[in-house]
């Protein structure tokens, strides 16, 4: 389940990313913005700033965090991202930190650029820090024998479908985008005990939460914390350094001719 409260613990730190996503598409004007994966709707009312006069739509695969954005004023609503299908008057996309979730992405990207106007842009950041240590030793934990069983079909490598930057930038070109494509890693400066932990507790470890009863999951944390501390020292003026490495694809519709076209 996830928690927009554990999510938002970090909302500096990943909103960033999220505003560099932003700063390259070239909309000046939307009738329909879409967020996909919009979370707990903290940074869909960026959107709603942006575009003024734009219908605003946000989907999210979690109750939890479509009732969070709806505290916020958002008209957010549960759904698979794989259903979603554009309105003929959809001019932006947006999917900061969602599509990663969903194996068949790329393939959804290709669909999405065929069915939009042309003119409309797609934005989308896709975490790409799954060979980490962070995740390695969520790995080596749910491996023990105490877990294994329990936690056998957690997809721990759904990161392994992020691909490079530049497969994106192909994809898209030949189905007739304009294509930006880079990828950045952040070195955020956390601060707090144990904060690598904290804040994977509100992305990485949520499908490990929902499997282990309360016993087993604050055991689970405590066997992680040394091998995160490890691998993420505190530095002599107390502050934990984050790398994160983050995809980003920003394609504008019809911006190129079609590959064969």
């Not at 709707?41 to 695969?61: C, I, M, Q, S």
């Not at 002599?236 to 590959?259: C, H, K, S, Y």
Request: charged fraction near 25%; hydrophobic fraction near 40%; include cysteine.
């Amino acid at each position: 389940m996830w928690d927009p409260d554990v999510y938002l613990a970090f909302a500096d730190h990943r909103s960033r990313p999220f505003y560099d996503l932003l700063s390259r598409v070239g909309a000046e004007r939307a009738r329909r913005v879409v967020d996909l994966g919009c979370g707990p709707g903290n940074l869909t009312k960026y959107l709603e700033k942006r575009w003024p006069g734009a219908v605003v739509e946000a989907l999210d695969t979690s109750p939890e965090m479509v009732a969070a954005a709806r505290e916020r004023g958002i008209d957010a609503n549960v759904a698979d991202l794989r259903d979603w299908k554009p309105r003929p008057d959809t001019d932006v996309v947006v999917s900061n930190a969602a599509l990663h979730w969903v194996t068949e992405h790329a393939d959804l990207l290709v669909g999405w650029a065929g069915q939009l106007p042309a003119g409309s842009w797609i934005a989308v950041q896709l975490p790409g820090n799954f060979e980490t240590p962070s995740h390695a030793a969520v790995r080596a934990v749910a491996r023990r024998e105490h877990y294994a069983k329990t936690l056998r079909d957690v997809p721990f490598r759904v990161g392994a479908v992020v691909q490079p930057p530049a497969h994106y930038a192909n994809l898209l070109m030949d189905a007739g985008c304009k294509v930006d494509a880079w990828e950045t890693t952040y070195l955020h400066q956390l601060t707090g005990e144990h904060p690598v932990l904290e804040w994977i507790t509100g992305t990485a470890l949520v499908p490990v939460r929902e499997r282990l009863n309360d016993e087993d999951w604050e055991q689970f944390r405590q066997e992680l914390i040394p091998l995160l501390d490890d691998a993420y020292p505190v530095r002599p003026d107390g502050t934990t350094i984050f790398p994160f490495r983050r995809v980003f694809i920003v394609a504008e519709v019809g911006g190129t001719q079609r590959a064969g076209g």
